[in-house]
């Protein structure tokens, strides 16, 4: 590569210390902010979800779909906690994608073996077909309506990925980049995506592992719960799979 010319080394020096000074006053511009307390809530729950039942029970393949699910979401909340909006809404996609994925692999051992070696690939719209036919989940796909609700959260966020809405741009109006902005409004529509997105798919994992869960089988993670998953959520789980969240 050739030699870099000093004034790129310069100007570097000092976006690098632009951007890390308006990163740390956009943080501390939301400190304390209560949608972002719910949603580590919620990220808290699914690190709970993680070291009680996916940790012990899931096959190694499986599990790290969910481990990196788990990190999607934090750096979802980390972006969103100094107003990088499009970023955080990307990783929340990506959070919805690794939790299926691991619950695809989770009943499929033979295709996770194939796609180790890059010979299967199932695409989001196949995974998110698969959840809402599963057998253990039919009853609150019906109730719930979870495959139209998968379809909504997903689509919404494919907008965000690929630009396809002004929503969720960035730049500004002139064209100007924009790394980040702090806005409570759009903090407001992050957290809703997350709170749907979060809901949506610990619900469907929370089902596939009903076994585990049941009656008053490990009462702290069930305790940790109620942040991930919404009321409505959790009566079906109860009414159809005896699983008492509250």
């Known amino acids: 590569m050739a030699k870099l010319p000093d004034n790129i080394k310069v100007n570097y020096l000092a976006f690098s210390e632009t951007v890390s000074n308006s990163i740390v006053s956009n943080i501390a511009a939301f400190k304390g902010n209560e949608k972002l307390t719910e949603s580590y809530a919620r990220i808290a729950a699914i690190n709970a979800l993680k070291v009680d039942v996916v940790e012990p029970h899931f096959p190694k393949g499986a599990a790290h779909f969910f481990f990196e699910a788990h990190n999607d979401a934090l750096i979802s909340h980390v972006n969103a906690s ?115 997105a979060i809901d949506i798919c610990i619900t469907a994992l929370v089902g596939v592992l009903c076994r585990y869960l049941d009656g008053a089988k490990l009462q702290n993670l069930r305790s940790a719960l109620p942040s991930a998953i919404q009321s409505n959520s959790r009566a079906a789980l109860k009414k159809h799979m005896d699983i008492s969240i509250q």
């Open 82 to 196: 100094f107003g990088s909006w499009r970023a955080a809404l990307q990783a929340l996609r990506s959070f919805m994608e690794n939790t299926m994925a691991a619950i695809y692999y989770l009943d499929h051992p033979v295709e996770f073996e194939k796609w180790s070696i890059g010979d299967f690939q199932i695409s989001p719209k196949e995974m998110r077909e698969y959840i809402a036919e599963h057998p253990k989940l039919a009853r609150i796909v019906k109730e719930l309506d979870l495959k139209a609700a998968l379809d909504k959260e997903y689509g919404t966020l494919s907008k965000a990925v690929h630009g396809s809405s002004s929503l969720f741009r960035m730049t500004t109006a002139d064209g100007k980049t924009n790394i980040a902005n702090p806005s409570t409004a759009d903090l407001g529509k992050w957290s809703a995506r997350e709170r749907n």
